[in-house]
């Protein structure tokens, strides 16, 4: 028997382990694992927004060449393979799933460093799309077996925070490993170390039973990834959920992969500079924007459960006007000023849409609904974000030159306004939807 499958049949923690789980202290371990995890999947994924400038100098790109290879062939990969990968996930070791994830997409990032033209960095790039496509579902899947639902949105918030996290050290230190040694270099440094993170959840995380069930109790029903298609889609919720969560991504990515390029054109800064300042921006902005999303959530929705959407539809929509002065500020100073708003709102939607996916559906689905939750996200967000933007931006220079790259990234921050919109249509049925969920589930919480 596989590791793989043992770990899948015993679900049971080491006798060594019982005590500190027992007390409830376990489950924070498996969190901070799970959030250095997505720390490390979002610096990998996202590195190559403060190296695109340099690559495209250094390869002979253009910036829709850029857009695709960190936009739609990115998120192909990334949210097709993801559903599969969830489902092998829900059937067998989440942990084992994961570890081998993160070994995967860390060496394909370390591979993008030795790419010498465009088809090589996208094949790179591919790899390291396949891999994450095995991170986040089964995280989401694993702690929402570990925290109930009036801790569910806060504990996948906190989880989120990983997001923020690593863009800020992947800007930091990629803007400054690039002024000291080139791009190539860069890749590798960041690449690596995650093999040695694999490592750590495969000999430390433990799989946690998916649903409580007395002795007499029947078997969980096995369900298809059609089955969980169908499920999802026959509840109004999930879909203007997940379309309004696509609107936010589409923004966020679209935007967040664009702007060192923009900073470099427009204001003529270095990457070490521009890292430094875009660190701050969203390590500070963005974690604080996606723990208090899942936290405000919560506390909200002990009175009415719609504030699990209400959150990010006053978010979103409060983020929209800050973008003009973002990109028409005079001076990058005030540009970084008026950025932090914008990525602290924006950055709410983490944890109560994820929180409202894993109580939307049976515990058994839970892994493979948040794959098709961020397929949704991740082929129009991730993939369509960035590609747009560097075909707008391509379409835009014969008349407006450098600037170009300005008015195409605010055109598509403008998408807020729809993501608002669809956020409050899925909230007027949020709870029915909730309370439709097997009697199972409901038990369990």
Not at 298 to 311: E, I, T
Not at 341 to 355: I, M
């Amino acid at each position: 028997m596989s590791e793989l499958d043992r770990k899948a049949e015993t679900g049971q923690p080491a006798a060594s382990g019982s005590a500190a789980e027992r007390e409830g202290g376990y489950r924070y371990y498996v969190l901070g694992v799970l959030l250095f995890v997505y720390c490390i999947n979002i610096l990998d994924r996202q590195i190559l927004a403060i190296l695109m400038e340099p690559v495209r100098l250094e390869l002979g790109l253009s910036d829709t060449q850029l857009g695709f290879m960190s936009g739609i062939a990115f998120a192909l990969f990334y949210a097709t393979l993801g559903i599969p990968i969830a489902r092998l996930a829900d059937r067998t070791s989440r942990t084992g799933v994961i570890s081998i994830s993160i070994a995967l997409w860390s060496v394909m990032t370390a591979v993008s460093g030795l790419a010498q033209n465009f088809w090589q960095m996208l094949a790179a790039r591919i790899g390291v799309a396949v891999g994450e496509a095995g991170g986040t579902p089964p995280s989401h899947s694993l702690l929402a077996d570990y925290f109930g639902e009036q801790q569910r949105a806060t504990a996948l918030g906190i989880f989120s925070l990983g997001g923020p996290l690593g863009m800020m050290i992947g800007l930091y230190f990629g803007g400054w490993l690039n002024e000291w040694f080139g791009w190539r270099i860069t890749f590798i440094a960041v690449g690596l170390p995650g093999v040695v993170v694999a490592l750590l959840v495969w000999w430390t995380v433990r799989e946690k039973p998916r649903v409580a069930r007395p002795p007499s109790a029947e078997a969980p029903p096995e369900y298809s990834i059609a089955d969980v298609f169908r499920y999802l889609w026959q509840q109004r919720t999930f879909r203007y959920m997940s379309l309004a969560s696509a609107c936010q991504a589409f923004v966020l990515y679209g935007v967040a992969q664009w702007y060192p390029v923009f900073f470099i054109r427009i204001h003529e800064m270095s990457t070490g500079e521009i890292g430094t300042y875009m660190a701050l921006v969203f390590g500070i902005g963005g974690g604080l924007g996606t723990f208090l999303g899942g936290y405000l959530a919560d506390r909200m929705a002990v009175r009415d459960r719609r504030w699990y959407l209400w959150v990010p539809m006053l978010a979103t929509a409060g983020a929209t006007p800050f973008f003009f002065g973002v990109f028409f500020a005079p001076t990058a100073g005030l540009a970084f000023l008026y950025m932090i708003l914008p990525t602290l709102l924006v950055s709410a939607l983490f944890g109560p849409v994820f929180s409202t996916t894993q109580g939307l559906v049976p515990p058994e689905m839970r892994a493979t609904a948040a794959a098709v939750l961020l397929f949704v996200i991740n082929i129009i967000g991730l993939g369509l974000g960035p590609q747009v933007v560097g075909l707008l931006s391509d379409l835009l220079r014969p008349q407006f030159g450098v600037d170009s790259l300005r008015y195409a990234l605010i055109c598509v921050s403008m998408l807020t306004v729809v993501g608002a919109v669809l956020y409050w249509i899925a909230a007027r049925t949020l709870r029915a939807d909730l309370d439709r969920v097997p009697s199972v589930v409901n038990s369990s919480r």
